[in-house]
């Protein structure tokens, strides 16, 4: 089993409508998790971080965390196509503070 | 001038020969990482280091080595490449209020024929 693991789509997804990118982890003890976008040919960035469980917002931009069900999500209302890019959640491990693992990614497209 | 530098930027070689991938960092940084990516694989850790003292194998290490020489600079070597290491390698570095925020070098395309 993976340590995280994503959907790799690609996710298609209308212009203004919800995108929902999952994630899942094995690691328990996980404390921090991130989602980076990349764009094609370009360097990973990152979008949202979240700590705690609940929901966390920026933008049209939500994270949400459950951590007794390990899995992380990333919502994106209002989505643009120039949301359009692979998103790859990264999960810090508890074995080691530094160690920062990601998954395959899920590649969302949005048309138009 | 990038934060998060790496040379060269695109590399073909040939099976057997030795390569290194450097990647130098302005950002003060004290962890530094090596990830591949191939694609549908998203990033896969290769090493990551603390400090110059401090070295650890990630998840996909067989065939790679590294030196932390300074804190700014971090060397990827493969001492014999082979064709599946044919790869994009990405070096990153954190060490900001953000545990866990990764800073991204642009890229080392590889490949080796």
């Known amino acids: 089993q993976k340590e995280v693991e994503q959907n790799s789509g690609p996710l298609s997804v209308p212009e203004g409508a919800i995108a929902s990118l999952n994630c899942t982890y094995s690691?328990?003890?996980?404390?921090?998790f991130f989602w980076y976008r990349q764009y094609s040919g370009k360097s990973p960035e990152l979008i949202m971080f979240i700590y705690s469980n609940g929901d966390k917002e920026d933008g049209r931009f939500t994270a949400q965390l459950n951590k007794a069900s390990q899995y992380v999500s990333l919502l994106i209302r209002d989505s643009q196509p120039s949301d359009s890019a692979t998103y790859l959640c990264a999960v810090n491990l508890l074995s080691s503070a530094s160690k920062i693992i990601f998954g395959s990614g899920t590649r969302l497209s949005i048309r138009p | 001038d990038a934060d998060v530098t790496q040379t060269p930027r695109n590399r073909i070689t040939k099976t057997g020969k030795r390569i290194m991938l450097e990647c130098s960092q302005t950002k003060g940084h004290d962890r530094m990482y090596w990830y591949r990516q191939d694609p549908g694989l998203g990033l896969r850790l290769i090493y990551y280091s603390f400090d110059v003292k401090d070295i650890n194998k990630g998840e996909i290490s067989d065939g790679y080595s590294v030196s932390r020489q300074a804190q700014a600079k971090f060397s990827l070597s493969l001492e014999s490449a082979i064709p599946n290491q044919t790869a994009l390698y990405f070096c990153?570095?954190?060490?900001?209020?953000?545990?866990?925020?990764?800073?991204f070098g642009e890229g080392s395309r590889l490949t080796v024929l």
């Open positions: 690691d328990r003890g996980s404390q921090s």
């Open positions: 990153a570095t954190s060490g900001g209020v953000r545990t866990g925020e990764l800073f």
